[in-house]
């Protein structure tokens, strides 16, 4: 004998299989992860400036040690005075346009290596109601940057900068 739809014969077969493999009570639904909040600029932290450096800084050094940013920047005229002040020159390399938020960090080291302390310049673009725009510009002109150590414990010899935060317009 002869079947006039062999497509219903097998789909009469199949269905009692699948069945078997779609029973039983359905697996719960993971709980989604929770979204981290983004502020800008990034939430302060307390750096650790020793662990993340590739090579302890040579006495009169002054560098800006690899980063998430630091592609995007030039420092020029990096110079540590006797009290723990770095001063140099920033400048936006990635693109021309204005600094809305910006921090410098410097771990400050003495002759023999050993940390010092830190100091941090920190500076946030706060527009006027007018639209004008006061701060510092990039690009071009670029920005002049002092950090300042605090709270020294010994004289520094040696400073090592770091950017954790960049954001421009």
């Not at 989604?32 to 939430?43: C, K, M, N, Q, R």
């Given at each position: 004998?002869?079947?006039?739809?062999?497509?219903?014969?097998?789909?009469?077969?199949?269905?009692?299989?699948?069945?078997?493999?779609?029973?039983?009570?359905?697996?719960?639904?993971?709980?989604?992860?929770?979204?981290?909040?983004?502020?800008?600029?990034?939430?302060?932290q307390a750096a650790a400036p020793?662990?993340?450096?590739?090579?302890?800084?040579?006495?009169?050094?002054?560098?800006?040690?690899?980063?998430?940013?630091?592609?995007?920047?030039?420092?020029?005229?990096?110079?540590?005075?006797?009290?723990?002040?770095?001063?140099?020159?920033?400048?936006?390399?990635?693109?021309?346009?204005?600094?809305?938020?910006?921090?410098?960090?410097?771990?400050?080291?003495?002759?023999?290596?050993?940390?010092?302390?830190?100091?941090?310049?920190?500076?946030?673009?706060?527009?006027?109601?007018?639209?004008?725009?006061?701060?510092?510009?990039?690009?071009?002109?670029?920005?002049?940057?002092?950090?300042?150590?605090r709270g020294l414990t010994g004289?520094?010899?040696?400073?090592?900068?770091?950017?954790?935060?960049?954001?421009?317009?």
């Open positions: 004998m002869k079947h006039r739809h062999p497509g219903l014969l097998a789909a009469a077969l199949l269905a009692p299989v699948l069945l078997a493999g779609c029973s039983g009570s359905p697996a719960a639904p993971e709980p989604p992860e929770a979204l981290p909040t983004v502020s800008l600029p990034a939430p302060r020793a662990a993340a450096l590739s090579a302890a800084p040579r006495p009169g050094e002054v560098r800006l040690e690899d980063g998430p940013f630091t592609d995007r920047v030039r420092l020029t005229g990096l110079k540590l005075a006797a009290d723990g002040t770095v001063t140099g020159h920033l400048a936006v390399t990635s693109d021309v346009s204005d600094v809305l938020a910006l921090e410098l960090r410097a771990a400050y080291y003495d002759a023999a290596g050993h940390l010092v302390g830190t100091g941090t310049l920190e500076y946030q673009e706060e527009e006027a109601a007018t639209g004008r725009h006061d701060g510092p510009r990039a690009a071009g002109d670029g920005i002049d940057v002092t950090v300042t150590g004289t520094p010899a040696a400073a090592v900068l770091s950017l954790p935060v960049l954001v421009n317009e």
